[in-house]
């Protein structure tokens, strides 16, 4: 299939870039994809949960009354997940693991459904180079606005330093090389501006 290329100006570029069907023209799998996403967003979650079992709760050595006679249920001490103010049976820590699997291959069809799905939607958009001749934000913000886009994702063939440096101050612009886009990135912005080097490598990946 073929891609039509923009350049930097956001004009049409002199000619298309050619992709694979493999990697760029598959059917979409939300169920997939949401597997994907939310096994990502799991495995960067730290534990920041602590509570506290019936042997880290302070107080309760002594027993609240006696075994009998009282006509009350027998208890030894204050501090039962059964009671106000108890330990907890299963209490939360901060070292919880909260990590899931995704092996290569979920991976991979993910990254394709994903890339197929914003071609489909016009979000991808393909430029034959897109760089800054200095870390300014300024520049980068003219760049964005000639091509008429904000929230948006950039995808270098390599990493880019005055790209990286003159987007780090805008909330809705990220920068990244092909190694580090991963499918949470690619769905949390609007528009996913990528160079053809960068859809050329991602097509030696995924096809």
């Known amino acids: 299939?073929?891609?039509?290329?923009?350049?930097?100006a956001g004009g049409k570029a002199a000619a298309d870039v050619e992709v694979s069907d493999v990697a760029f023209g598959v059917?979409?799998?939300?169920?997939?994809?949401?597997?994907?996403?939310v096994a990502g967003?799991?495995?960067?979650?730290?534990?920041?949960r602590a509570q506290k079992n019936r042997a880290a709760v302070r107080g309760g050595g002594r027993?609240?009354?006696?075994?009998k006679g009282t006509g009350q249920a027998r208890a030894g001490t204050i501090r039962s997940p059964l009671?106000?103010?108890g330990g907890k049976v299963f209490p939360a820590s901060p070292d919880e693991n909260f990590t899931q699997k995704v092996n290569k291959k979920m991976h991979r069809a993910a990254m394709r459904s994903i890339l197929s799905e914003l071609l489909r939607q016009e979000r991808l958009v393909a430029v034959?180079?897109?760089?800054?001749?200095?870390?300014?934000t300024r520049i980068l913000i003219e760049k964005l606005n000639k091509l008429g886009m904000a929230d948006v994702l950039i995808v270098t063939d390599s990493a880019d330093d005055?790209?990286?440096?003159?987007?780090?101050?805008?909330?809705?612009?990220?920068?990244?090389?092909?190694?580090?886009?991963?499918?949470?990135?690619?769905?949390?912005?609007e528009k996913v501006i990528m160079t053809v080097s960068a859809l050329?490598?991602?097509?030696?990946?995924?096809?």
């Open 1 to 8: 299939m073929k891609v039509s290329v923009m350049n930097e």
């Open 27 to 37: 059917r979409f799998n939300e169920s997939l994809v949401h597997q994907v996403v």
């Open 41 to 48: 967003q799991a495995n960067v979650r730290s534990g920041t």
């Open 63 to 67: 027993k609240p009354w006696r075994q």
């Open 83 to 85: 009671w106000r103010g």
């Open 128 to 136: 034959d180079a897109f760089m800054v001749d200095a870390p300014k």
């Open 162 to 189: 005055n790209l990286r440096l003159s987007a780090r101050n805008l909330h809705k612009v990220d920068v990244r090389a092909v190694q580090g886009v991963d499918p949470i990135s690619l769905i949390r912005h």
């Open 200 to 207: 050329k490598r991602f097509e030696e990946m995924l096809a």
